[in-house]
């Protein structure tokens, strides 16, 4: 079964550093990869979804990029907001079940003004 | 659109009730999807829903838990009887499922106290 891992659980930086959250998974035979956000008592909101032929994805000031035969991918931040405070969730999609996705724990980013 | 809508969003409820979670797609998503959220094991997916059928429901975790989805704009996740493990957040989410997305958009969830 697909493992994924997150480091570090939790993150506290000033606000407008550049950052960098970490996801790993066990099998490298994965259809695509998925970065959430979710805020406090709320669901998940998709941010990036790279393909498995793909190596990054970039929306305004994230970057996701996707390294499937170490079994890594990065979500990069780049200038941190305040509003960005959140936690992380990566999702790695099944290659033989396109739908199904197993998810990290996820990274608890806490960005100070 | 509203995105994807769930009720109750709280749910308490004592050990031995029946409880039904309700959940409505995105319009003209063929795929639904129920995810059980807890400290202790993150994010699950429970089972998956392909234009009304269940396609994987390997999540699931005991017969207390049954779903159905008698048409492309409802869902229900029942757990019958509930049990104080079964609290949790239990997610609903849907997808197109086609072309190179297999984007999910979740619903906001609905957290749920078993005493």
């Known amino acids: 079964k697909q493992e994924v891992t997150q480091i570090p659980a939790a993150l506290s930086v000033p606000e407008g550093e550049n950052l960098v959250l970490n996801c790993s998974f066990t099998d490298s035979a994965i259809y695509n990869l998925q970065w959430f956000r979710q805020d406090p008592g709320k669901g998940l909101t998709s941010l990036l979804l790279i393909q498995s032929s793909q190596r990054e994805q970039t929306s305004g000031r994230l970057n996701a990029s996707l390294d499937k035969s170490s079994g890594r991918s990065t979500l990069y931040i780049a200038a941190s907001q305040p509003g960005d405070s959140a936690t992380y969730l990566c999702a790695v999609g099944d290659l033989y079940n396109f739908n199904k996705f197993y998810f990290g724990s996820g990274t608890k980013l806490n960005v100070k003004p | 659109d509203a995105g994807v809508i769930q009720s109750p969003r709280h749910e308490v409820t004592e050990m031995g009730q029946e409880v039904t979670l309700r959940c409505k797609p995105i319009?003209?998503?063929?795929?639904l999807f129920w995810y059980r959220q807890t400290m202790m094991r993150g994010l699950e997916l429970l089972i998956y829903?392909?234009?009304?059928?269940?396609?994987?429901d390997s999540g699931m975790p005991e017969d207390r838990f049954s779903a159905k989805m008698p048409n492309a704009s409802f869902s229900t996740l029942k757990i019958q009887p509930s049990e104080p493990r079964d609290s949790a957040v239990y997610f609903c989410?849907?997808?197109?499922?086609?072309?190179?997305?297999?984007?999910?958009?979740f619903g906001p969830g609905t957290r749920l106290t078993v005493t």
């Open positions: 989410a849907s997808s197109l499922g086609t072309g190179n997305s297999y984007e999910q958009y």
């Open positions: 829903f392909n234009n009304n059928v269940p396609i994987d």
């Open positions: 319009s003209g998503h063929d795929y």
